[in-house]
């Protein structure tokens, strides 16, 4: 019933035009920016090729590229997600889908893993401008492989928060403003420098940002990854029991 719900849901995205117009206003913005970068790095490559342990085209095209795409999927994502829940309450749906003979963890999971897929359909796509260098480079591998996995961790949560977030109304605009509020302040969190230290390192540990940035280098932390996976399973853990309060009370 869990892959039942998820494909139910990866269809629906696809059979919204919000989502077919998401893939290409990002598809052509970030081909814009790939191609921006691949011009500046031709045009450093002769200054780069004569200094020992130059970056290369990996560090100087695909990270700035990846670190651009962390950020414009988190100002798409409110939008992808905002309707997994809210337009079960509006068309009064949802108390048929709670009172069938599945649990709440299978209707949250099978939501989240349909809107999950949609993330890293998208991520495939955006994958391929990186991995066309290789026509004419060589690029580092193991960096190109941290930062989409980096990625992947970072779009796992933002499915998670706006799940949730979409179990708490029926409005899709209410929802969608809620997580966008959300995302960006644990984006943002670790901005402020003047904090006294033992917040600022609270702070840090809390942004999105901030765990993101090592994928990119090509470093892989298992504290990081620690960090995706339980923002991930808290927000999942928050709305089961949001529907399940639900259920009781309707």
């Not at 893939?23 to 081909?31: K, S």
């Not at 921006?36 to 085209?57: N, S």
């Amino acid at each position: 019933m869990l892959f039942t719900i998820a494909s139910r849901e990866y269809r629906n995205l696809f059979l919204s035009p919000l989502a077919w117009a998401i893939l290409a206003v990002l598809q052509l913005i970030l081909a814009y920016l790939f191609l921006t970068q691949v011009d500046t790095y031709m045009g450093l490559q002769p200054r780069l090729a004569g200094i020992e342990g130059a970056p290369g085209v990996t560090d100087v095209v695909v990270a700035p590229l990846l670190q651009t795409v962390g950020f414009l999927l988190m100002l798409i994502a409110p939008a992808i997600t905002m309707r997994t829940f809210s337009d079960e309450k509006r068309n009064r749906t949802l108390s048929l889908l709670i009172s069938a003979p599945v649990s709440m963890s299978d209707i949250v999971l099978g939501k989240f893993l349909g809107v999950a897929l949609f993330f890293l359909t998208l991520l495939l796509l955006i994958a391929a401008m990186p991995l066309s260098l290789y026509a004419g480079t060589t690029l580092d591998t193991g960096k190109l492989a941290a930062g989409l996995l980096g990625l992947v961790l970072l779009v796992s949560s933002f499915a998670a928060i706006g799940v949730f977030m979409s179990t708490l109304t029926e409005q899709p605009v209410v929802a969608a403003i809620s997580s966008f509020g959300l995302l960006l302040l644990l984006w943002i969190i670790d901005w402020s420098g003047n904090s006294k230290e033992s917040v600022s390192g609270l702070f840090a540990y809390l942004s999105l940002q901030a765990h993101l940035e090592p994928f990119l280098k090509g470093l892989f932390s298992t504290t990081d990854v620690a960090y995706y996976l339980l923002l991930t399973a808290l927000f999942l853990a928050l709305g089961i029991r949001r529907l399940d309060q639900q259920r009781l009370t309707g």
